[in-house]
């Protein structure tokens, strides 16, 4: 999506795409609840997925993490591209100020092996295991 933006953006202003302001009006209510119930899907799934790994092995905490981490990745996505759309059809700022927020929070949801190590809740063991560089996990 910020590759598209950034080409929405450049075909909307730079008279290569003629939009209609009419659809605004039909495309703001959507948009908006999509915007929230994509923030508020990703993090509901992402933690009930989490809240199933608790007693499992390391090896299969990390698969469902990754799983979660990537359906939680594509809700936030999947508006964040529908937002650069409607302003592509409409013209209105408002959707790419959402994409960009959605991808702005997109960007701090990018995964390290500490904030792995906290949101799967490890051990002092497996949390050192996840910060080795050379270990095999899958």
Do not use: W
């Amino acid at each position: 999506p910020a590759i598209f933006s950034v080409v929405a953006f450049f075909l909307h202003n730079g008279g290569g795409f003629e939009a209609d302001a009419e659809f605004g009006s039909l495309f703001l209510p959507i948009f908006g609840v999509g915007l929230v119930s994509s923030i508020g899907g990703s993090i509901f799934i992402f933690r009930s997925m989490m809240s199933q790994s608790k007693e499992k092995p390391l090896k299969d905490k990390v698969t469902m993490y990754r799983s979660a981490s990537i359906l939680r990745f594509a809700l936030i996505e999947g508006p964040a591209l529908m937002g650069c759309v409607f302003y592509l059809l409409t013209g209105s700022l408002a959707f790419m100020i959402g994409a960009l927020g959605l991808l702005g929070y997109l960007a701090t949801l990018s995964p390290s092996p500490d904030r792995a190590a906290n949101e799967l809740d490890v051990s002092q063991a497996d949390r050192t295991t996840l910060m080795n560089e050379n270990a095999v996990l899958l």
